[in-house]
């Protein structure tokens, strides 16, 4: 067929023909676009009528209604949530491990040298009722009743049984069901103390030692307070002590030199019974910080006399005014006087009475010292079934009975 010309001022233009494909494209382009923007239409519609249950739920949730309950926190995740204030997230079948429940049974350090032995009477301890054993590792000579690794304790000479491991005496215990709890001696120590070890009483205006009483009366020099060579010697025992397993420590001999006379010892200038109570107390939380790095407990332990106020030189003072946190008081029935007037209380006879004499004794520390936790060590004398009673009858649930 011929093409049609056009002429437009004396020129011929040539119509040009048409593009049937891409007027083709276009249409399935805007088909296309209807088509999305129907779906997206549509997706929309069923998200909002999905949505719609969930939201009304949420709304009576706000009006009181019950909602759904499946937003719950999983049980796993339940069991990793903080206990709330006040409460404990540890089960009761699992003692906390800064606190050793029940009895004590005090373990004679000449079983330590023989494994077998340890074992033997963890076990016999078990079906006596108790559930833990002190042992001894550190005693009132300063000898250290262990294997120790402590440069201070091999320069000092103060390694004993260098061949008993703390670790495997403690797993011995532990074996039994039963908690290892070590005894130490802090400042009464005539091994390491010596002016050449910067850590001893000194006599005022002398470059010699101190003794408590002349070597032939049993004289001995002792660990000063005041030295702080002598009290990072002490806290190294106690975290290598915890370190192999013992993880309950009691402090014994927290404490001055057992004499009324101390004009001669160089304490440091204008030192007096108030900062004499103030360097125990600075060591107690010392050793109370270090216990509670190594998830641990110390108790310290006083002499009954001096927390009755009737042998005070030793501490300067009441030890009750140390601000430990757990304290150990001896009970020796034999020691009390008549007629025993403490926490309020008037006991005539006490060594006749020892139940009612007891009872008064922990009335009067809970009224001085109201925040801290009494373990008391019961003397040979003291373990009667009346003491015992009365110790119950009084709240306490942990008591460490001597050989």
């Not at 606190?99 to 963890?122: C, E, H, I, Q, Y």
């Not at 000194?202 to 060579?229: A, F």
């Amino acid at each position: 067929m011929a093409r049609k010309r056009k002429i437009h001022g004396g020129k011929i233009k040539r119509s040009k023909p048409r593009n049937f494909r891409r007027q083709r494209r276009r249409k399935q382009n805007r088909a296309v676009r209807t088509v999305l923007f129907v779906i997206v239409i549509l997706a929309l519609l069923i998200g909002a009528y999905c949505a719609a249950g969930p939201l009304m739920d949420w709304i009576s949730g706000l009006s009181g209604g019950g909602g759904d309950t499946s937003s719950a926190p999983a049980q796993s995740d339940v069991a990793s949530l903080p206990a709330e204030e006040g409460t404990s997230s540890q089960t009761s079948s699992e003692p906390a491990a800064t606190a050793a429940a029940g009895r004590v049974k005090t373990m004679p350090s000449s079983t330590l040298t023989d494994l077998n032995a340890v074992s033997s009477f963890a076990a016999t301890a078990k079906e006596e009722g108790y559930t833990a054993v002190a042992v001894e590792l550190k005693n009132n000579e300063g000898k250290l009743l262990y294997g120790s690794a402590l440069e201070r304790a091999k320069r000092y000479g103060a390694v004993q049984n260098g061949d008993v491991v703390l670790a495997d005496v403690a797993a011995a215990i532990k074996e039994q069901g039963l908690t290892p709890v070590a005894q130490l001696h802090m400042f009464r120590d005539s091994t390491a103390a010596n002016r050449q070890n910067n850590n001893t009483f000194m006599i005022r205006g002398q470059n010699v030692t101190w003794w408590d009483n002349s070597p032939s009366n049993g004289g001995k020099p002792w660990l000063n307070p005041y030295e702080q060579e002598a009290v990072d010697y002490l806290l190294e025992i106690i975290g290598e002590v915890m370190d192999g397993g013992f993880t309950q420590v009691v402090l014994e001999s927290v404490q001055y030199p057992d004499v009324r006379n101390t004009s001669q010892i160089d304490f440091p200038e204008g030192a007096n019974e108030q900062t004499h109570q103030r360097q125990l107390s600075a060591f107690i939380a010392q050793a109370q910080t270090l216990a509670g790095e190594k998830n641990g407990s110390v108790t310290v332990a006083y002499d009954m006399r001096s927390v009755l106020g009737q042998k005070d030189n030793i501490y300067f003072g009441n030890p009750l005014n140390l601000n430990a946190s757990s304290i150990s008081p001896v009970i020796t029935i034999s020691q009390f006087t008549n007629p025993l007037e403490y926490g309020g209380q008037t006991v005539e006879n006490p060594q006749e009475n020892p139940a009612q004499a007891v009872t008064a004794l922990i009335e009067g520390i809970r009224q001085a010292a109201p925040d801290a936790q009494i373990i008391p060590i019961l003397a040979s004398d003291a373990k009667t079934d009346a003491v015992q009673d009365a110790l119950e009858q009084a709240g306490i649930t942990q008591v460490i009975e001597e050989p």
